[in-house]
């Protein structure tokens, strides 16, 4: 409805737009008859839009060729209530603190770091202990061998740590 408002107005518009003109060129026609015929030719307007109707049609567009027809939408159909239940996921197993070490490895190299440990008779740093257990030949774990000793050493059953330093307990 608004729209035909505004439409109405918009020809209302081009019409006084029409008048206007039509004066001019009248004015314009006078000056040049009054003036000298042959300098300025008399302007003449070819032809005027009339309106046809106060109220404009509005028509609907034409269809066009590349028009995609919209399929309605259907509502999901929900699965029937037989349906067997989801299966329900088993937890995953965590790997040992020592990063996948087995017990007996993990065991006898804690027994390996305690009796270097208490050999020494005072506290020793990480990498100290980790160049004495290369030196004395310890077999290591192959994968990660510097973790699992660091996870060994924070065992508090086993060790103390003192200022980045490990004790024996």
Known sequence: MDEIKELVEIRKKVEE???????????????A????????PAVTVLATPQPSSPVPQIKAPAPSPFAVPIPELKPPVPPPATAAPAA???????????????SSETLRLETVIVGLLKSKNEPMGFEEIYTALEKNGTALPKDKPKLVIRKLLYNPKKFAPVRGMFQAV
């Open 88 to 102: 329900v996921p088993q937890p995953v197993p965590v790997l040992a603190p020592t990063g996948g070490v087995s």
């Open 33 to 40: 008859r009054s003036a000298a015929p042959a300098a300025m």
């Open 17 to 31: 737009l029409l008048k206007q003109l039509d004066s001019v060129i009248s004015r314009v026609n006078q000056h």
